[in-house]
């Protein structure tokens, strides 16, 4: 299958690879996985006091399309209120990486994975 | 259409005996072998061919554990367990990353035995994950329903495993070359 220029500038150049020490103070921590392709993502957001995003990782063992899809979203979430972060589409994933239809779910994962990460960040820090 | 255990002639039930599986297949194909109907009409052979696919189809669904538990949650629960979902469920998943990252040094370490060690471990996790895969189904009955929900959330788990071996052999190839 061929990949789209922006999944594989993603998937040779990784934004944002790696880990935040999940009991740190305004980490936010989501996994998720999809079973029929046994892919498996972790995205980790690090969150101001005022509840901007300073800073985000991931880590995604997957096909190409998952990896790409995590290192858009955490390219996309720096900067933004953790409200603003949980109201992205996964429909805008898959066309700015012009995912093909077998691929969408790994937008979706994505997805799934930044409301996981603001849910536990937003768990952690009830005021 | 028949369902997998029925043209099979199984019962259906998730533990099966593989050399009668095998053994099975090996009567059946030979039943519709292009052979045997050399010189039948087209429509004889086209008839033939077909239940060639669907044995084979079947026989495919029946010998992965993942796919006869897929098709036996259809069957009991109407259930489409082959559906692309999302899990969330932190520890296990966890689990499964740390054994990726495992791999991964492995792997990058060209550490031939490393890797068939940790392939041991991960069929040994996956045996134990189709034993208790096996135990909800047999608690069917038992003035029991079946825990449908219980049983697809134990199949999704043996999925990440196979992917993880799946991967093992990968990087095994790689390393021979």
């Known amino acids: 299958?061929?990949?789209?220029?922006?999944?594989?500038?993603?998937?040779?150049?990784?934004?944002?690879?790696?880990?935040?020490?999940?009991?740190?103070?305004?980490?936010?921590?989501?996994?998720?996985?999809?079973?029929?392709?046994?892919?498996?993502?972790?995205?980790?957001?690090?969150?101001?006091?005022?509840?901007?995003?300073?800073?985000?990782?991931?880590?995604?063992?997957?096909?190409?399309?998952?990896?790409?899809?995590?290192?858009?979203?955490?390219?996309?979430?720096?900067?933004?209120?953790?409200?603003?972060?949980?109201?992205?589409?996964?429909?805008?994933?898959?066309?700015?990486?012009?995912?093909?239809?077998?691929?969408?779910?790994?937008?979706?994962?994505?997805?799934d994975a930044i409301k996981a990460a603001v849910s536990d960040y937003k768990e952690k820090n009830v005021k | 259409m028949k369902n997998p255990f029925e043209l099979f002639g199984l019962e259906p039930n998730f533990l099966l005996d593989e050399q009668e599986l095998s053994q099975k297949l090996r009567n059946m194909l030979q039943s519709v072998h292009p052979d045997r109907f050399a010189s039948g009409s087209d429509q004889e052979q086209l008839a033939a061919m077909q239940k060639t696919t669907q044995i084979n189809d079947a026989y495919g669904v029946l010998k992965s554990p993942v796919r006869r538990a897929q098709a036996l949650l259809q069957l009991k629960a109407g259930l489409d367990g082959s559906k692309e979902v999302t899990v969330k469920d932190p520890v296990f998943l966890m689990?499964?990353?740390?054994?990726?990252?495992?791999?991964?040094?492995?792997?990058?370490?060209?550490?031939?035995?490393?890797?068939?060690?940790?392939?041991e471990t991960i069929e040994s996790m996956e045996d134990a994950q189709i034993a208790s895969i096996n135990e909800l189904f047999q608690q069917e009955g038992e003035n029991q329903l079946l825990e449908s929900d219980k049983i697809l959330t134990e199949i999704y788990k043996l999925q990440f495993l196979r992917k993880t071996l799946m991967d093992i052999e990968a990087a095994e190839e790689k390393i021979l070359g």
């Not at chain 1, 299958?1 to 936010?28: C, L, T």
């Not at chain 1, 006091?49 to 991931?58: H, L, P, S, T, V």
């Not at chain 1, 995604?60 to 900067?79: F, Q």
């Not at chain 1, 779910?105 to 997805?111: G, I, Q, T």
Request: with cysteine; charged share 30%; net charge negative.
């Open chain 1, 1 to 111: 299958m061929a990949y789209s220029e922006k999944v594989i500038d993603h998937y040779e150049n990784p934004r944002n690879v790696g880990s935040f020490d999940k009991e740190e103070e305004g980490v936010g921590t989501g996994m998720v996985g999809a079973p029929a392709c046994g892919d498996v993502m972790k995205l980790q957001i690090k969150v101001s006091e005022d509840g901007i995003i300073q800073d985000a990782k991931f880590k995604t063992y997957g096909c190409g399309s998952a990896i790409a899809s995590s290192s858009l979203i955490t390219e996309w979430v720096k900067g933004k209120s953790v409200d603003e972060a949980q109201a992205i589409k996964n429909t805008d994933i898959a066309e700015e990486l012009a995912l093909p239809p077998v691929k969408i779910h790994c937008s979706v994962l994505a997805e």
């Open chain 2, 95 to 119: 689990q499964q990353l740390e054994l990726r990252e495992e791999l991964e040094t492995l792997s990058a370490k060209k550490d031939m035995g490393g890797l068939m060690d940790f392939a």
